[in-house]
T-cell receptor, first 115, second 113 residues
């Protein structure tokens, strides 16, 4: 069965500092991996996704993530945090089966950005 | 174009009542998903439709929960005999064919008193 673990329910960084949000997954088949962002009172928005091919995936707003199969990880990074990055971030894993896929989300990491 | 919409945005009901939550997916999207998000948690999968049929309903917590999508577009999540533990944000998402990116609606916040 699939599962997702996000290490750290809260992460605080200073503006301009590196952002690192950790995600580990388990999956019985090659997974599809996602990062979503949720701003207050808004729906989930896709940041980036990994399906196949290049393991370093670039997304919107300067974020990127690297799929490391040996570590079963898909950590999210951004070189320099902006105040506008403050939000909740969710890692998700999907397993493909006939007709579509089922997605399991992590519990989320709330990112705080200090001025 | 229009995104996924959900109505109502907020719903307050009393324990034991019946509620219906509606989802309008992006036009042309054949796949539709329902999730439940409790406070401080990630979205929890409930059910996945491919067209009019429920391809996977393994996430529905019990038989009080039911969802339909009779014409392969709009979907309704129905909750009977609501309990206080049903209070959560119910999210709907759609994707082009089930393998593509899911686009989420803003959610319906359900409060059961």
């Amino acid at each position: 069965a699939q599962s997702v673990t996000q290490l750290g329910s809260h992460v605080s960084v200073s503006e301009g500092a590196l952002v690192l949000l950790r995600c580990n997954y388990s999956s019985s088949v090659p997974p599809y991996l996602f990062w979503y962002v949720q701003y207050p009172n808004q729906g989930l928005q896709l940041l980036l996704k990994y399906t196949t091919g290049a393991t370093l995936v670039k997304g919107i707003n300067g974020f990127e993530a690297e799929f490391k199969k040996s570590e079963t990880s898909f950590h999210l990074t951004k070189p320099s945090a902006h105040m506008s990055d403050a939000a909740e971030y969710f890692c998700a894993v999907s397993e493909v089966y006939t007709g579509g896929f089922k997605t399991i989300f992590g519990a989320g990491t709330r990112l705080f950005v200090k001025a | 174009g229009a995104g996924v919409s959900q109505t109502p945005s907020n719903k307050v009901t009393e324990k034991g009542k019946y509620v219906e939550l509606r989802c309008d997916p992006i036009s042309g999207h054949t796949a539709l998903y329902w999730y439940r998000q409790s406070l401080g948690q990630g979205p929890e999968f409930l059910i996945y439709f491919q067209g009019t049929g429920a391809a996977d309903d393994s996430g529905l917590p019990n038989d009080r929960f039911f969802a339909v999508r009779p014409e392969g577009s709009v979907s309704t999540l129905k909750i009977q005999r609501t309990e206080r533990g049903d209070s959560a944000v119910y999210l709907c998402a759609s994707s082009l064919n089930g393998y593509e990116t899911q686009y989420f609606g803003p959610g319906t916040r359900l409060l059961v008193l």
